[in-house]
Each structure stands twice: as structure tokens, then as C-alpha cells.
């Protein structure tokens, strides 16, 4: 059981360069989402989705596009990167019943670096 | 909107010892969850620990315990016989209750010395 898997987990950008975050999970959840993790920061909602074809925005939403085309892949699109995205992200998944605040599995995560 | 203060940037601790880290959160909802979670070096985020609001009982998971204080809006995470192998970022996190969005504190460090 893969549970959440990310790729990639390193890369580096030049500003003004476009890419996507993947993220798959194996485990039928239907609620996932990324994070930001900056030093001093703790970890920062970007976009989240509870179902497939359903996305929202979360706290930290400028320059980031979710989609949501099947249950198991959530990717994350930087189209225009600029040096405020050098971060390390995080997926995350959960069963997203009605109970809400259910745990989030998170994948390993992936740094990236624009220069 | 809600927050999450983790007041200790940085705490130390010697192997075998206790060591308490505080976290304290504002939320005007009644049904909520809390979170511990664990980042060590690899940085893979570990669930430690979850607190149901509405369960006066405090969570406990092995060497792992909580002192909820819900009037406070405390909710610090006691490590009993701390480990080297506990070394790593803790991050207190809290969640509505019907959402799956958590918001996380800054996170403490956690050095554990032989």
C-alpha cells in the first residue's frame, strides 16, 4: 500500500519557468490537499479538494492551480514560478467523512528551489 | 479565522527525561480536533497524537500524553522516557469539526541529548 505518493521530491526552477507538483494516493480518499512548508512558518493550506472535480483555495492560494480530474491524483501547477515559491510542499489525503477532522496521511514531500 | 501558538521555537531534553511542549489555539467553535505531529529529519510528517474536543479525556499513546484544557484553549503534549530517536519538529494543529483543513502552529524543535 503506497498510501500518498509525491514526485517530484527535489527540483529546481528558474523564475518564469511552469511546473507541476504530482500527487497520487492509493487509498480511495476523497478529501486532499497541498501545504507549504516555510522555515518559521509551520505548514500553510495552498488548495484543497473533497472530491473529484470539486477544489477550493485555501490560505496561501496566489500563484498555485489545482485540479481534481479523479479521486486519486491532485496535482499542483506553479505557472509562472517566482523565488516566494522556494518551499518544500506537502500533499495530504483523508477519508473526508461527514465526521470531518479525520487524519491526514502526508505524503514525503517535495523541495523546491527557483532561482 | 483560527490560530494555532506554539510559544518554545526550540526545546532540549535529556534522554530518559519528561519534557511538556505547549501549544495554545483561539477558535469560537465548539466542535473542533487537535493534533500533534511529529517531522524528524526525513521529513515525513508522523500523526502523534489526536484530541476529540468534545471527549473530556485526555489522549494518550504510549510514551505520548496531552493535557487538554479546553476553557484555556491549551493543549500541550507531554513525552514521557524521551528517546534519541524523538528528536524532530513538533507541530500542533488544529481542525473544525466536519472539515478536513487543519491550521498549524510554527512547530517546536525538539533536541534530545544522551
Known amino acids: 500500500n503506497a498510501g500518498v505518493t509525491q514526485t517530484p521530491k527535489f527540483q529546481v526552477l528558474k523564475t518564469g519557468q511552469s511546473m507541476t507538483l504530482q500527487c497520487a494516493q492509493d487509498?480511495?480518499?476523497?478529501?486532499m490537499s497541498w501545504y507549504r512548508q516555510d522555515p518559521g512558518m509551520g505548514l500553510r493550506l495552498i488548495h484543497y479538494?473533497?472530491?473529484?472535480?470539486?477544489?477550493d483555495q485555501g490560505e496561501v492560494p496566489n500563484g498555485y492551480n489545482v485540479s481534481r480530474s479523479t479521486t486519486e491524483d491532485f496535482p499542483l501547477r506553479l505557472l509562472s514560478a517566482a523565488p516566494s515559491q522556494t518551499s518544500v510542499y506537502f500533499c495530504?489525503?483523508?477519508?473526508?467523512?461527514?465526521?470531518?477532522?479525520?487524519?491526514?496521511?502526508f505524503g514525503a514531500g517535495s523541495r523546491l528551489t527557483v532561482l | 479565522a483560527q490560530t494555532v501558538t506554539q510559544s518554545q521555537p526550540e526545546m532540549s531534553v535529556q534522554e530518559a527525561e519528561t519534557v511538556t511542549l505547549s501549544c495554545t489555539y483561539d477558535?469560537?467553535?465548539?466542535?473542533?480536533?487537535l493534533f500533534w505531529y511529529k517531522q524528524p529529519p526525513s521529513r515525513q510528517m508522523i500523526l502523534v497524537i489526536r484530541?476529540?474536543?468534545?471527549?473530556?479525556q485526555n489522549a494518550t499513546e504510549n510514551r505520548f500524553s496531552v493535557n487538554f484544557q479546553k476553557a484555556a484553549k491549551s493543549f500541550s503534549l507531554k513525552i514521557s522516557d524521551s528517546q534519541l530517536g524523538d528528536a524532530a519538529m513538533y507541530f500542533c494543529?488544529?481542525?473544525?469539526?466536519?472539515?478536513?483543513?487543519?491550521?498549524f502552529g510554527k512547530g517546536t524543535k525538539l533536541t534530545v541529548n544522551p
Open positions: 495530504a489525503s483523508s477519508r473526508g467523512e461527514d465526521s470531518g477532522a479525520n487524519v491526514l496521511t
Open positions: 487509498m480511495n480518499h476523497e478529501y
Open positions: 479538494s473533497v472530491g473529484a472535480g470539486i477544489t
Open positions: 477558535t469560537s467553535e465548539s466542535d473542533y480536533y
Open positions: 484530541q476529540e474536543a468534545y471527549k473530556q
Open positions: 494543529a488544529y481542525g473544525d469539526g466536519g472539515s478536513e483543513k487543519l491550521v
